[in-house]
């Protein structure tokens, strides 16, 4: 089955920094999907982005599906951005494939 | 306007009993999908239903493990004889699609002692 990779695996940002979490995928995709876990758990849907770039106040993300990733960029980062960043993507089938995730902490 | 809610919110029972867990999507939505995930690694697709048939069951670890959604909206994750590896919160998400935004709801936190 299809392989999702992510990294880095842990990153630690000063407040205001700015950072950018890399998503890689093994085979062709259907779908591809950035979320934001946060320290309660909760899971966010951040993106739906196949293909492009779209853009969400700080956040932006762009995927090259000709090339096999994502990219997620974080600007001026604040302490609530902390947590878990997941890809996930789908083959155009119905099972979503998460990536084993990107935690970021974001110090005061 | 709610999201997507899932009862309980923490599950403690004894290894060998019967649990349910049940998901209410967003209203409207025909897609459900359940995931299971462990600490510290990124969720883990169970099943995936569209309307009240599940589309692919192919993430079911194991015949102890069942779901329905008999009238296409709120469903039941069930699990049989449960060990102490089923231990993991149990997610819920829905779309309206299918294969699109996904939207998660807080998860069910199962220990089973």
């Known amino acids: 089955g299809i392989q999702v990779e992510q990294s880095p695996p842990d990153l630690i940002l000063q407040e205001g920094a700015n950072s950018t979490l890399r998503c890689n995928f093994s085979?062709?995709?259907?779908?591809l999907q950035w979320f934001h876990q946060n320290p309660w758990g909760q899971l966010i849907n951040l993106f739906y982005i196949p293909s492009g770039t779209k853009q969400n106040g700080r956040l932006s993300a762009t995927t090259v599906a000709t090339e096999r990733y994502s990219l997620l960029y974080i600007s001026s980062s604040q302490t609530t951005d902390s947590g878990v960043y997941f890809c996930a993507v789908d083959t155009g089938g119905f099972k979503t494939i998460f990536g084993a995730g990107t935690r970021l902490f974001v110090k005061a | 306007g709610a999201g997507v809610s899932q009862t309980p919110s923490n599950k403690v029972t004894e290894k060998g009993k019967y649990v349910e867990l049940r998901c209410d999507p967003i209203s409207g939505h025909t897609a459900l999908y359940w995931y299971r995930q462990s600490l510290g690694q990124g969720p883990e697709f169970l099943i995936y239903f569209q309307g009240t048939g599940a589309a692919d069951d192919s993430g079911l670890p194991n015949d102890r493990f069942f779901a329905v959604r008999p009238e296409g909206s709120v469903s039941t994750l069930k699990i049989q004889r449960t060990e102490r590896g089923d231990s993991a919160v149990y997610l819920c998400?829905?779309?309206?699609?299918?294969?699109?935004?996904?939207?998660f709801g807080p998860g069910t936190r199962l220990l089973v002692l």
């Open positions: 998400a829905s779309s309206s699609l299918g294969q699109e935004t996904q939207y």
């Open positions: 085979d062709s995709v259907n779908n």
